[in-house]
C-alpha cells in the first residue's frame, strides 16, 4: 500500500459519516427546521452537535449561533477544550481561528460562529444567523427568553436550521418544540455511545443509576413528569417564575446546607440566595450549589453573599457544627452568619415551604435545573434517595425568610417587625 493510499484509508476511517451511529448526522434537506437530539450523558451529543457545525460551513452557511447554558461551557465544551469541541474535531485545512475576547471563530471560507449564554438572552437581540447550534438547552437559566431572542435572529438564507442537543428535562420550550411539525425528535442512551466510554464509567453509572428514575433522564434521556409523591411540583414553579425587573427586597439571605466531607462519593453543599420584598414574596436569586472542600464552599457562600448583597447567611448545624460559622470566617471573619439546628425532619421542615409555593408567593429568578429536579423528584420518606442538599439550603433560607424560626424580620439590617 502505498502512502497516499494509506492517507486515504486513515482520512475514511475517521470522518463522521463513518464514525456516527443511527440518528447523529440529521437528514441533509430542508424538510425540518429544529433537530432535537435528547442524549445521556456520555451519548455522543456533542460532537453531534460539532460536526453538524462543521457541515453547515462546509455548504456555505456563514452566520452562526453557538449557544449553552453558560459562557465558559460554549468556550469550553462546544469551541475549544473538549474532545468534540469545534477546535477538537475541525479537519486541519477546515480549523477556524478561535477569537476569545470577541466570542468569535473565523473559518477560512470566511464563515464566523458567535458565542452566546443562555444567561444573557439580550446577547442575541439583534444578530443575524442561519445556523445555530442550541447545547444543553434544559439547562439554560432563561430558556424561552433565549430560545425567543434566537427565534427573531434566524433569519438569513433559504434554510435556516436549528440543532438542539441536550439531556432532557420537563419544562415548557422542550414541551413546546417537540410537539412542532418542524422539529426532529431522536433519542439516544448513554449505552448507545458505549463503545467511546471508559467500561468503568459504564460500570459505575450502571450500578448507581440503572433503574432509577434519574437515570432514565440522565442515562436514556426520556422526559420524565413530576415524582407523583414529591412535595414541589414544576407547573407550580414555572407559572410562578420570573423574568422581569425584580422589586426591591428588603431582605436577603443565603441559605447553607453543608457537606460533612469532600471525596468523591460526598454530598454537595447547598447554597442558594433568596430574599423576600415588602409585600411578602420570596425570590430565589442564586444557586452556587456544589461538590468541593470546605475551603472552596465557603468562598462560594461568601462570593454568593457579596454579590446578592445580602443580609445573612444561615447555616445548619447538623453536621457541621460550629465548623460551619468557623469555615466561614475562615474567608471573611465578618460575614453576618445565623446558626440553625434540624430538630424537626426534612418532610416537616420543607412541607410550609411547599405551601408557599402553592399559595403563588415564590418566584425562580431565571430557571435553577438541578435545584428544581431535586425539589420534584424528592419524596418524603423514601430511604433509597439521596439527600437534598440544594432543596435544603432552599428551605432554610425560605424559612428564615418567613419568619418561621421566631426571630425578626430585618430589612436590610434594621429591625422591621417580629416574625
Known sequence: MTDAESEILTEYATRWSFLAHAGQIPPDN???????????????????????????????????ALIGAKASDVRDIMIELGDSSI????????????????????FPNGAVAVAFSGEEPDQLRGPQH????????????????????????????????????????????????????????????????????????LAKIKEKYEGTRLGRQELYGEILDDNPGALFHRNVIDNLRHTGKLPQLIRVLTGVDPAVSSGEESAETGIIAAGVDAAGHYYVLADASLHGSPLEWARAVVRTHHERQGDRVIGETNNGGEL??????????????????????????????????????????????????QMCEWVPGDPNQKSPDRMDALVWALTELSGQTGGHIWARGKKIGAS
Open 30 to 64: 430542508a424538510a425540518w427546521f429544529c433537530y432535537l437530539m435528547r442524549s445521556g450523558r456520555g451519548g455522543g451529543k456533542t460532537r453531534a452537535g460539532a460536526e453538524w457545525v462543521l457541515q453547515r460551513v462546509r455548504k456555505g452557511y456563514r452566520s452562526i
Open 87 to 106: 477546535m477538537k474535531v475541525a479537519r486541519p485545512e477546515e480549523r477556524p481561528e478561535y477569537e476569545p475576547s470577541k466570542r468569535r471563530l473565523t
Open 130 to 201: 442561519d445556523t445555530a447550534w442550541v447545547d444543553e438547552l434544559a439547562k439554560f437559566k432563561y430558556p424561552q427568553e433565549t430560545w425567543d431572542n434566537l427565534m427573531m435572529g434566524l433569519r438569513l438564507g433559504e434554510n435556516p436550521q436549528v440543532f438542539i442537543t441536550t439531556t432532557p428535562r420537563p419544562i415548557p420550550i422542550i414541551k413546546e418544540l417537540l410537539k412542532s411539525p418542524d422539529t426532529i425528535d431522536v433519542r439516544f442512551s448513554t449505552y448507545d455511545n458505549a463503545e467511546n466510554l471508559s467500561p468503568k464509567f
Open 324 to 373: 460551619v460559622e468557623a469555615n466561614l470566617r475562615r474567608v471573611d471573619p465578618s460575614i453576618p452568619y445565623k446558626a440553625v439546628h434540624a430538630s424537626r425532619g426534612k418532610a416537616i421542615r420543607a412541607e410550609p415551604i411547599a405551601a408557599l409555593y402553592e399559595q403563588g408567593k415564590v418566584h425562580h429568578v431565571g430557571a435553577f435545573p438541578q435545584l428544581e429536579d
